[in-house]
């Protein structure tokens, strides 16, 4: 029986004062048919329902790569709520691919990495079922090997489609994803869900995600849209006035409003998206960041700013090493007579790279200030300008700062299904755990002139 290789998490439900189960909207699908019940989905799934209903992700994606590889005849496809949930299991596959061929070999789930003992009991009496020497050798050869491009058609050779989000900050994960498929397993989009109804379908689903546009479902809320000025974002422009679906224009951007059949009243999703032409009478969108918060000194860097500073420190790190995750925030001054705001990036890049040499990664920082900075939006150059922002500071962070930041979100309160690695972060709580990893930042050096 065909199965999906998916990395899906039920995450926490939480019982209101009034005794109503709650829970992200995703996870009801999961336990739609009682809390232990074997869903539809559970039960498309290679992993067992104890994997899923577990509380610790990081064992939830080790579990479902052993599944996975002993049922690896069964994988039909390969699925993950988002491209930045199956970026971190393709990683970690490949950080613990000799551990999965020691316990495909023994026929054990290595208690060392998997201490929740309903997970450990389900796969290795339920899945594994005794050792397979075999099969445990032939994934030893295939991941031997130093180029991992199209290893996952190699692993599971029936497996017809990945699917997962790849728009909007998923993008920047879809490179490495692609390169882990090959050009024989296609990466599908998928449709245009938010926890407060459905959006949009994706008529297209083999385009990349700068291609990517969702035809609006104009039955599926009421929905509006208030024009959006992305140099504006966060400094405190006039509100526009909100138009519905017949009064959208193609090539404006817009914020997303809805009404919904559950409650919800002009509601603002918090998605910027543009509209990218019509299918019938029906907008195509095309997502393009998330809306800025409101904040009392107005928002001086978007998703979009941050992620394409990134691109342009990829390129000038070269063959230095990989970006594997980076987040901004932004801090108060250092308390001198003006407390200037600094916007910090904070970057974590892959082992061995030379700027995990605090020595040799001091000069090359100062390098990338100003590269950098012109890759931020108008409302970062007019707030530098009048100086009101401090010189953007590059901040190099040990290697699996971002998972722990992961694992703090998702302990705060964070639905392990829908975590989304933040490009910018605003919680304090999460701005001291890249802090506190912190190996070098430019902060160290003369800062560079204004501009």
Known sequence: MSKALWFLYAGEVRKTKGGYEAMAATAWGIRSSGIR???PVMSACVSPAEVILGADHQQQMYCPLLCGLRRRAAVACIRAPNAAA????????????RQ???????????????TDAAMRGAVQDGVLAG????????????????????????????????????????????????????????????DYLASECAIGINLERTSPPEETTYVLLPRAAYFE??????????????AAEPVDIAGVEAGKTYELVATTFRGLYRYKVGDVVKIAGFHHSSPRLQFVTRAPPPQEHGEVLTERDVMAAMDTFQLMLKDGGEVIEFAAFIIDGDGGQRR????????????????????????FLRRCIAPLEGCLGGAYRLSRATGDVAPLEVAVVRPGTFDRLAEAAIRGGAPANQYKPPKIVRHRHLVDVLQSSVVCSSSSITEPAAH
């Not at 199956?86 to 691919?97: D, Y």
């Not at 882990?180 to 989009?189: D, K, T």
């Open 131 to 190: 050792p397979c020497p075999e099969l445990a050798g032939r994934v030893r050869r295939i991941c031997e090997r130093d180029d991992w491009r199209g290893v996952l058609r190699q692993l599971w050779p029936d497996a017809r489609y990945i699917s997962c989000v790849t728009t909007g900050t998923m993008e920047q994960y879809f490179p490495a994803i692609k390169h882990f498929a090959g050009e024989a397993l296609p990466v599908l989009g998928t």
């Open 37 to 39: 019940g074997a869903s």
């Open 86 to 97: 199956l970026a971190r299991a393709l990683r970690l596959l490949q950080s613990k691919w």
């Open 100 to 114: 999965l061929c020691d316990d495909l070999e023994c026929g054990t789930v290595c208690a060392d990495v998997v």
């Open 225 to 238: 849209f208030i024009p959006f000025d992305m140099d504006a974002a966060g400094r405190g422009a006039a």
């Open 340 to 363: 200037r705001r600094r916007a910090t990036i904070a970057v974590e890049v892959s082992n061995g790279s030379k700027l995990l040499d605090h020595e040799r990664s001091a000069a």
